[in-house]
C-alpha cells in the first residue's frame, strides 16, 4: 500500500497533486490546439441528436452532482443549451417529463451508482438520449449509456473525490465546447481563445498545489471548528457547495456551501466570531457583488477565508486570510478555486487525526439504494 500511495501520506493527498495530470490526460486525443479542434468521437457521432435537443438533464449523485452543477453554467454560457441538473435518486422517482428530443448525461466516477444507474435506465426507457461520462472503464453505467466518454483520471481510491471531480468538470468544458463551435454559439477566434486558456489549466492547478504549505498554516487556525460556511457565486458556486462536501466528509465539521447572495437569507444568522466563512473571490465573475458580501461577513466578525485571483488588492483588505489562484477565464475557474479547498479539508481532518482515506460511515461506490 505504501508503494501505491507513490510516497504520500494519503491515497487523498496524492490524487489531489495527480490533477495536473490527470486533466492532461483527459485532454489527451480531444483537445488539438494546434489546429484549433475538439474531437470527442461520442459528441461527433452523435452530433444530430445533440444539436436537436431541447434540453440536456445531468443525473448524478454525491461530488458527480457537484460537477454537474458546473457543467450547467457552462453549457448554458458556452453552447447556449438549457441544462437542468438533478439528483439521481430524486429524478427516478418523480415521473419526470422526459421525451426522445432530451439528452441526458449521467456523470459518475465509479460508473456503478445505483441510483444513477436506475435514472438512466428510466430515461432511455421513455426514449432519451443518455451520454455517460464516467472514469471507471467498462462499468455498469458506461455499459448502459448510449454512447459517452471517459475521465482517464486513473484509479481514484480516497474515498472523498478530488481527482474525479477536475476532470469530469474538463470533460464536460471539452463537450459545451465542442457544441458550441458546432451550433456556432461562439466565433472561432473566442473559441481559440478557450482551448489555448484550457491547455495552461494543469501548469495552472499545479500553481495553485504551491499554496499547500500556507493552506496549511490556514488549517491549523480553524481546525477546532465547529461549523464552517462556503460561498461563491456564478461558476464557483457549486464548489462552494463540494468544498463544503469535502469537509463535512473527511473532517466530520459541519459545513454548508450557498450562493453567496444568498448568505443574507438565512446563514447570516449563524455569523459571529467564531465562525470561518470561505468566500470564493476570483476576479471576473460578480467580484464586486462578492466584495460586498465579505464586507456584510466582516461587520458580524465573521472569519474571512477567501479565495482570490493572484494580485488581488480588495479582498485582501478585508479577509483574514487570502490563499490565491492564478487568473484564467472565468468559466475555468472552478478547476483552480477546487484546488485550496481539497487541501483545506485535508490537513484539517489529518490534524484531527481523522481516517482520511476511508472516513467513517461512507462508500467510495453506493452500488444499494
Ligand atoms: C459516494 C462517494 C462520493 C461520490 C458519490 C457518487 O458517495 O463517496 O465521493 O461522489 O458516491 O459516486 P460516483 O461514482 O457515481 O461518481
Known amino acids: 500500500e505504501q508503494i501505491e500511495k507513490g510516497g504520500y501520506p494519503h491515497f487523498m493527498l496524492k490524487e489531489i497533486y495527480e490533477q495536473p495530470s490527470a486533466i492532461l490526460d483527459t485532454f489527451r486525443g480531444r483537445l488539438l490546439s494546434n489546429e484549433a479542434i475538439i474531437k470527442m468521437a461520442g459528441v461527433e457521432d452523435n452530433m444530430k441528436k445533440f444539436l436537436a435537443a431541447d434540453r440536456i438533464i445531468i443525473v448524478a449523485c454525491g461530488t458527480s452532482w457537484h460537477a ?6 457552462i453549457f448554458e454560457d458556452l453552447a447556449r443549451i438549457p441544462v ?14 422526459i421525451t426522445e428530443k432530451d439528452i441526458v448525461i449521467a456523470i459518475s466516477q465509479s460508473g456503478e451508482t445505483a441510483d444513477t444507474l436506475a ?14 461520462v464516467c472514469n471507471v472503464v467498462g462499468s455498469s453505467i458506461a455499459r448502459e449509456s448510449n454512447a459517452g ?18 476532470t469530469q468538470i474538463t470533460l464536460l468544458t471539452l463537450m459545451a465546447l465542442r457544441l458550441a463551435r458546432a451550433k456556432g454559439t461562439m466565433s472561432s477566434s473566442e473559441f481559440r481563445h478557450h482551448l489555448i486558456e484550457l491547455e495552461t489549466i494543469p501548469g495552472k492547478v499545479e500553481e495553485a498545489l504551491s499554496s499547500d504549505a500556507y493552506v496549511k498554516t490556514v488549517a491549523e487556525i480553524y481546525k477546532d471548528s465547529k461549523n464552517c460556511l462556503y460561498l461563491g457565486r456564478g461558476f464557483n458556486f457549486p464548489v462552494a457547495l463540494e468544498g463544503a462536501l469535502k469537509l463535512k466528509e473527511i473532517s466530520y465539521i459541519h459545513a454548508e456551501g450557498y450562493p453567496a447572495a444568498e448568505m443574507k437569507h438565512g446563514p447570516i444568522a449563524l455569523i459571529d466570531e467564531q465562525m470561518p466563512i470561505i468566500v470564493i473571490a476570483t476576479k471576473k465573475g460578480h467580484y464586486e457583488k462578492v466584495v460586498s458580501n465579505i464586507q456584510e461577513i466582516k461587520s458580524r466578525k465573521g472569519k474571512i477565508i477567501g479565495i482570490v485571483t493572484k494580485g488581488d488588492v480588495s479582498v485582501k483588505e478585508l479577509a483574514d486570510h487570502v490563499i490565491e489562484v492564478p487568473e484564467t477565464i472565468e468559466c475555468l475557474t472552478p478547476l483552480l478555486t477546487t484546488i485550496p479547498l481539497q487541501l483545506l479539508s485535508y490537513h484539517i481532518a489529518v490534524m484531527l487525526d481523522k481516517n482520511v482515506d476511508q472516513p467513517r460511515n461512507l462508500a467510495k461506490s453506493v452500488t444499494v439504494e
Open 68 to 73: 454537474g452543477l458546473v457543467a450547467e453554467y
Open 119 to 132: 435514472a438512466i435506465k428510466l430515461a432511455k426507457s421513455k426514449g432519451a438520449f443518455v451520454f455517460g
Open 84 to 97: 437542468e441538473v438533478e439528483y439521481a435518486s430524486e429524478f427516478r422517482y418523480r415521473n419526470p417529463v
Open 149 to 166: 466518454a471517459y475521465t482517464h483520471a486513473g484509479p481514484e481510491i480516497g474515498v472523498a473525490s478530488t481527482k474525479a471531480f477536475t
